[in-house]
Nanobody
Framework: QVQLVESGGGLVQAGGSLRLSCAAS??????MGWYRQAPGKQRELVAM???????VYADSVKARFTISRDNAKNTVYLQMNSLKPEDTAVYLC?????????WGQGTQVTVSS
């Protein structure tokens, strides 16, 4: 059974930092990434990392967020620096592999001004 367990969200002041973690189990995933969804808005890609090391970032987070992966732990991380109030959202882990794509339950990130 595939499980994605996220952690690391919380409340932070603007300009602060948070580090999200997503531990995956139950399968091997070629691509892992983070999406976010703010109230009343569509879910959007934040960052994605392939098993080959290629990365994709949303323009709004480039140079502020960094995605990384520990393959031995099957865990993906999102280091978020210089956070802005507009980064406030539920952040969801996504993992995709041969047998499909899966979502975590989400972790809330709230950035106060």
């Amino acid at each position: 059974q595939v499980q994605l367990v996220e952690s690391g969200g919380g409340l932070v002041q603007a300009g602060g930092s948070l580090r999200l973690s997503c531990a995956a189990s139950g399968s091997i995933f070629s691509t892992m990434g983070w999406y976010r969804q703010a109230p009343g808005k569509q879910r959007e890609l934040v960052a994605m990392l392939t098993s080959g090391g290629s990365t994709v970032y949303a323009d709004s987070v480039k140079a502020r967020f960094t995605i990384s992966r520990d393959n031995a732990k099957n865990t993906v991380y999102l280091q978020m620096n210089s956070l802005k109030p507009e980064d406030t959202a539920v952040y969801l882990c996504n993992a995709a592999g041969r047998y499909g794509a899966y979502w975590g339950q989400g972790t809330q990130v709230t950035v106060s001004s």
